[in-house]
């Protein structure tokens, strides 16, 4: 059992930037492929980035340049650094724990680009 907590969320101007946490509780983190999901008001969660256990990374196109996920397995964490905020980066961003046919997801934490 994994149980995740994403922080760093706000409001941030366009053109800004923010970093978001997920904390992950339990066990065998390192075994994990984690991964990064956004679901913006009436529209479907997405996925924006992904980490396989060996760093293996991809990118949703609407992202690529701008975010980037990394982990740390001595803290348990992944992160997603998001630079070049655009308003349609708005929305609400899940932390997603995957091993085997297990998944686990986080509350979410909510991002907002606006002026």
């Known amino acids: 059992q994994v149980q995740l907590v994403e922080s760093g969320g706000g409001l941030v101007q366009p053109g800004g930037s923010l970093r978001l946490s997920c904390a992950a509780s339990?066990?065998?983190?390192?075994?994990?492929?984690m991964g990064w999901y956004r679901q913006a008001p009436g529209k479907q969660r997405e996925l924006v980035a992904t980490m396989t256990t060996r760093g293996n990374t991809d990118y949703a196109d609407s992202v690529k340049g701008r975010f980037t996920i990394s982990r740390d397995n001595a803290k348990n964490t992944v992160y997603l650094q998001m630079n070049s905020l655009k308003p349609e980066d708005t929305a609400s961003y899940y932390c997603?724990?995957?091993?085997?046919?297990?998944?686990?997801w986080g509350q979410g934490t909510q991002v907002t680009v606006s002026s």
């Open positions: 997603r724990a995957s091993l085997l046919a297990r998944d686990y």
């Open positions: 339990g066990s065998y983190f390192s075994l994990y492929n």
